[in-house]
């Protein structure tokens, strides 16, 4: 039989070995996170600042669209009113309250929708 003969010192020199290898992997996972963490704080205020303007942007094309549809509106009034006599007879006559003989008026008004509390402050 072989007798095998390990002293103290080795078995010292391989935990002292074993606890500076579990060192340097937590350093290595410190060192990990710590780049990581920077990558991250470079990055993300210009992709909240990148989420804040497509989000303007969209509000703006809301707007956009809106006024586009209202400016078509006004373009239609406008040009039927040039154009279209009866359409200037009926406004007219809508407008000052006048009705023909024998004609009976059905006035069908649409409520207002009440502004928003912050609608007044963005204009």
């Known amino acids: 039989m072989r007798r095998v003969d390990y002293s103290y010192g080795d078995f010292r020199a391989r ?7 579990r060192l340097n992997r937590i350093l290595l996972v410190l ?6 963490l920077v990558i991250v704080s470079l990055f993300l205020p ?4 990148l989420t804040r ?7 703006l094309q809301q ?4 006024q586009q549809n209202l400016l078509a509106r006004q373009t239609r ?10 359409y200037l007879e009926t406004i007219a006559r ?13 006035r069908l008004e649409t409520t ?5 509390p912050g609608d007044s402050a963005r204009r």
Do not use: C, H
């Not at 210009?46 to 600042?49: E, I």
């Not at 207002?112 to 928003?116: D, L, V």
């Open 15 to 21: 935990r002292e070995a074993s606890v500076w290898r």
């Open 31 to 36: 060192l990990i996170i710590a780049i990581w």
């Open 46 to 49: 210009p992709y909240k600042k």
């Open 53 to 59: 303007s497509r989000a303007e942007i969209d509000d």
């Open 63 to 66: 707007q956009m669209n809106e």
């Open 77 to 86: 009034e406008v040009n039927l009113l040039k154009t279209d006599v009866t």
């Open 94 to 106: 809508d407008r000052l309250d006048l009705m023909k003989e024998g004609e009976t008026i059905f």
């Open 112 to 116: 207002r929708a009440k502004p928003k």
